[in-house]
């Protein structure tokens, strides 16, 4: 299966356009006949992958792959898109069936590199798609919002999970054709993180070196060797440095969507 994957998309990517849609200035010929019969096969091959449902964790990393492929297809035919998203967002918040119960020194539990390679593939594969298709996934803007928040609120979501759902958004955001409305978006989607920065004590400890080195723990383990191993105690650090680690990549990978598309546009 893995195999499949690169000639997949290599021969979806590589397809002529009237093979898929109908240009306005056909030529006479047996083109609308090849084309029907190429989206009939396509369409079948669309309809398998998203209807595939396996339970072993590596299969369900080869149907992300797959579902990646799909997205020239989605391009000319969205009938099964939104059904590919959910799965994708059901994959970057699947639960660990092959960790080994075992605790990080912060107290967290550790997840296995299985599950994070999936939840990570997953996540990509969704900012790979609303890249190729956004205009198609406009008009579900409020309900992949929700979802998408939904997703948000697991609490084992790593940091890159979270950034990739933000970007997520931002890059069906920038297909809005109403301005007003796209940068109204834009700001909900970055509302946590510029609240995040503006908080008293984020601004106090970004204000100086002084105030970044306590953040992160550094002023401490210099004072008191034992913090570093005090699970009590790296909690907070990591939770701390987290916070502003991700509200950073937060405005920076929604914005780089954004000038992406403006360059575009």
């Known amino acids: 299966?893995?195999?499949?994957?690169?000639?997949?998309?290599?021969?979806?990517?590589?397809?002529?356009?009237?093979?898929?849609?109908?240009?306005?200035?056909?030529?006479?010929?047996?083109?609308?006949?090849i084309r029907a019969q190429t989206m009939g096969a396509l369409s079948e091959m669309a309809r398998v992958i998203v209807n595939w449902n396996p339970t072993y964790l590596w299969l369900k990393m080869r149907r992300a792959q797959l579902l990646d492929g799909l997205k020239f297809f989605w391009k000319h035919d969205p009938s099964t898109l939104l059904q590919g998203i959910d799965s994708l967002l059901t994959y970057i918040r699947i639960p660990d069936e092959w960790g080994?119960?075992?605790?990080?020194?912060?107290?967290?539990?550790?997840?296995?590199?299985?599950?994070?390679?999936?939840?990570?593939?997953?996540?990509?594969?969704?900012?790979?798609?609303?890249?190729m298709v956004p205009h198609h996934l406009v008009p579900w803007l409020s309900q992949l919002s929700e979802a998408t928040r939904s997703v948000?609120?697991?609490?084992?979501?790593?940091?890159?999970?979270?950034?990739?759902?933000?970007?997520?958004?931002s890059c069906v955001a920038t297909a809005v054709d109403d301005p007003v409305q796209r940068a109204t978006f834009v700001e909900?989607?970055?509302?946590?993180?510029?609240?995040?920065?503006?908080?008293?004590?984020?601004?106090?400890?970004?204000?100086?070196?002084?105030?970044?080195?306590?953040?992160?723990?550094?002023?401490?383990?210099?004072?008191?060797?034992?913090?570093?191993?005090?699970a009590a105690n790296v909690r907070a650090v990591t939770d701390r440095f987290t916070r502003v680690f991700s509200a950073f990549n937060q405005l920076?990978?929604?914005?780089?969507?954004?000038?992406?598309?403006?360059?575009?546009r």
Request: hydrophobic share 35%.
């Open 1 to 33: 299966l893995e195999g499949i994957v690169p000639p997949m998309e290599n021969i979806l990517s590589g397809l002529p356009s009237w093979s898929l849609t109908k240009p306005n200035d056909e030529l006479p010929g047996n083109r609308a006949q």
């Open 100 to 131: 080994e119960n075992a605790v990080e020194i912060d107290g967290t539990q550790r997840l296995s590199g299985e599950t994070i390679a999936l939840r990570k593939k997953s996540s990509g594969a969704l900012i790979s798609v609303a890249r």
């Open 152 to 169: 948000l609120s697991s609490a084992d979501l790593g940091p890159s999970n979270r950034m990739h759902l933000y970007e997520f958004l």
């Open 188 to 230: 909900n989607v970055l509302s946590d993180a510029i609240s995040t920065l503006q908080s008293p004590d984020i601004q106090e400890a970004i204000s100086s070196v002084e105030g970044f080195l306590a953040l992160t723990g550094v002023t401490m383990a210099g004072q008191n060797h034992a913090s570093v191993t005090d």
């Open 252 to 264: 920076l990978s929604v914005g780089r969507r954004c000038h992406e598309a403006v360059k575009k």
